[in-house]
């Protein structure tokens, strides 16, 4: 049973870089694309970004500029970066395992609770 | 505001069936799959529809998807009280090089 467990920082500083990993339990990590998604309070799903531990990260292009994914095959995890936050980046974030052929996305985290404030 | 259109809210008494539409365009629908996504309250997304009209193992019969053009549609049949939830349809559009979602539809039983 593949299970993923995420954490970070749940209270950031505006301006400060947002610090997110998950880690993969019981399952391939090579063999599949690994996001990350948010929603925002009250919100919709956004979708971050995504990445594999053989080909480049691809992001939101409206994040483009702020947001790094970066994998550590040896831990068989994954990170999210956010930098220069503000209180538009609070938002419940999901780490998620997306299937290849169906663009999907079939195992996801529990969340974590990121609060941007002063 | 989303690419994706869905209809903020629906609703149906148990037994009934439910349609729930997304509506997108030639930059995204027409040309990608589409899936869905079931949230109850507090919780994960979970997958409810991939590939359009494909279920995952454990998704009940009673869910069923289809696509058309450049639209899709979630349809649960004998609605059930625990089928309250938000669902989310998704795509990848073209036009933005982003994965995208609709803005949700919360589900009244």
């Known amino acids: ?118 | 505001q989303s690419v994706l259109t869905q209809p903020p809210s629906a609703s149906g008494t148990p037994g009934q069936r439910v349609t729930i539409s997304c509506s997108g365009s030639s930059s995204n629908i027409e040309k990608n799959i589409v899936n869905w996504y079931q949230q109850l309250p507090g919780t994960a997304p979970r997958l409810l529809i991939y590939s359009n009209t494909q279920r995952p193992s454990g998704v009940p019969d009673r869910f069923s998807g289809s696509k058309s053009d450049t639209s899709a549609s979630l349809t649960i049949n004998g609605l059930q009280s625990d089928d309250e939830a938000d669902y989310y349809c998704a795509t990848w559009d073209d036009s933005l090089n982003a994965r995208v979602f609709g803005g949700g539809t919360k589900l009244t039983v």
């Not at chain 1, 500083?13 to 998604?37: D, E, M, N, R």
């Open chain 1, 1 to 118: 049973q593949v299970r993923l467990q995420q954490w970070g920082a749940g209270h950031l500083q505006p301006s400060a870089t947002l610090s997110l990993t998950c880690a993969v339990y019981g399952g391939s990590f090579s063999g599949y694309y690994w996001s990350w998604i948010r929603q925002a309070p009250g919100k919709g799903l956004e979708w971050l970004g995504e990445s594999n531990p053989s080909v480049s990260a691809i992001y939101n292009p409206s994040l483009k500029t702020r947001v790094t994914i970066s994998m550590d095959t040896s831990k068989n995890q994954f990170s999210l970066n956010l930098r220069s936050v503000t209180a538009a980046d609070t938002a419940v974030y999901y780490c998620a395992r997306m299937i290849v052929g169906a663009v999907a996305y079939d195992i996801w985290g529990q969340g974590t609770k990121v609060t941007v404030s002063s």
